[in-house]
Nanobody, 121 residues
Framework: QIHLVESGGGSVQPGASLTLSCVAT????????IGWYRQAPGKERELVAA??????TYTDSIKGRFTISRDKANNTVWLQMNSLKPEDTGVYYC????????????????WGQGTQVTVSS
């Protein structure tokens, strides 16, 4: 069983920055990638960023503003979010993923609590 714990969310104004963290059990970063998912109000979860040993991928809506990184020694993945916009609002979840050149798929169907990000004036 893979367990991931998200933290770092908050309520900020547009243009602000937040850094989210995802701490994983064991050393799963040597086996799986990690994806950050966002569930906006009234919408389904979508993958916004993922990092593997081979690199990072981003959805177009955040490209150039968010940076995903990983710290294998501490089993942690970070999502640095800059220039936040109201449309970035949602609950952010992380999950173990397996990625190909065309897509990333979550390994398991279980989700944690997530961390709330609210961007508003």
């Amino acid at each position: 069983q893979i367990h991931l714990v998200e933290s770092g969310g908050g309520s900020v104004q547009p243009g602000a920055s937040l850094t989210l963290s995802c701490v994983a059990t064991d050393s799963i970063l040597s086996v799986y990638g990690i994806g950050w998912y966002r569930q906006a109000p009234g919408k389904e979860r979508e993958l916004v960023a993922a990092v593997t040993s081979g690199g990072s991928t981003y959805t177009d809506s955040i490209k150039g503003r968010f940076t995903i990184s990983r710290d294998k020694a501490n089993n942690t993945v970070w999502l640095q979010m800059n220039s936040l916009k109201p449309e970035d609002t949602g609950v952010y979840y992380c999950g173990a993923v397996l990625c190909t050149a065309v897509e990333c798929r979550k390994v398991h169907d279980n989700w944690g609590q997530g961390t709330q990000v609210t961007v508003s004036s």
